[in-house]
């Protein structure tokens, strides 16, 4: 079966990057798209991008680009987002999940907490 | 951006009734292909989105047939019938026709 598999909750200081993990398994990855998304407690979702695991294509929302970047490794299922310059607004969950038609498999959703 | 509006803003509703909810979006989310990419999603407590409705009105494998979706253009529903114990939650409606993809401001169920 589809599963996604995100990496364990951050804790990180002002400033820096974290680097955050979903893995796949269950579908052929290679040929599929997958999202990013932020959510801060409490408040509704926003996408942060997109990426096309087949080439590495990728597409951001404006208010991401500069903050985000959204990387894959074919030869583990796995999509990577790159979050930079952390500031205590980027604390949130962030979820990954698969694309085909519309988003029918999420990971379990990591928090990111930017504290110093 | 497209600003999708949800109403209510929260719902609170017996068991066994029908819960009824309104998405209104700033532009049509017709594409030029013809299909309209407004979909909806359940957030339930402490959990991950899990897909509903995709396409105004189709269901996605495995949701029941209580769960309806409806509209066009810009104006679209969620009905839900025999509201059940697990249907609690947080309801966002959803758009892929536009960049950025957006949501709504969300619904929370309550049941009574």
């Known amino acids: 079966q589809v599963k996604l598999q995100q990496s364990g909750a951050e804790l990180v200081k002002p400033g820096a990057s974290v680097k955050l993990s979903c893995k796949t398994s269950?579908?052929?990855?290679?040929?599929?798209?997958m999202s990013w998304f932020k959510q801060i407690p409490g408040q509704s979702i926003e996408w942060i991008g997109m990426?096309?695991?087949?080439?590495?294509?990728?597409g951001y929302n404006q208010k991401f680009k500069g903050k985000a970047t959204l990387t894959v490794d074919t030869s583990s299922s796995t999509a990577y987002m790159d979050l930079s310059s952390l500031t205590t607004e980027d604390s949130a969950v962030y979820f990954c999940?698969?694309?085909?038609?519309?988003?029918?498999?999420w990971g379990q959703g990591v928090m990111v907490t930017v504290s110093s | 951006d497209v600003v999708l509006t949800q109403t209510p803003v929260s719902l609170s509703v017996t068991l066994g009734d029908q819960a009824s909810i309104s998405c209104r979006s700033s532009?049509?989310?017709?594409?030029?292909?013809?299909?309209?990419?407004l979909e909806w999603y359940l957030q339930k407590p402490g959990q991950s989105p899990q897909l509903l409705i995709y396409?105004?009105?189709n269901r996605f494998s495995g949701v029941p047939d209580r769960f309806i979706g409806s509209g066009s253009g810009t104006d679209f529903t969620l009905k839900i019938s025999r509201v059940e114990p697990e249907d609690l939650g947080v309801y966002y409606c959803?758009?892929?026709?536009?960049?950025?993809?957006?949501f709504g401001s969300g619904t929370k169920l309550e049941i009574k």
């Open positions: 990426i096309y695991a087949g080439d590495g294509g990728t």
């Open positions: 269950g579908y052929t990855f290679s040929t599929s798209y």
């Open positions: 999940a698969r694309r085909g038609y519309n988003f029918d498999y």
């Open positions: 396409e105004v009105s």
């Open positions: 532009q049509s989310l017709e594409y030029s292909d013809g299909y309209t990419y």
């Open positions: 959803f758009q892929a026709t536009h960049d950025p993809l957006t």
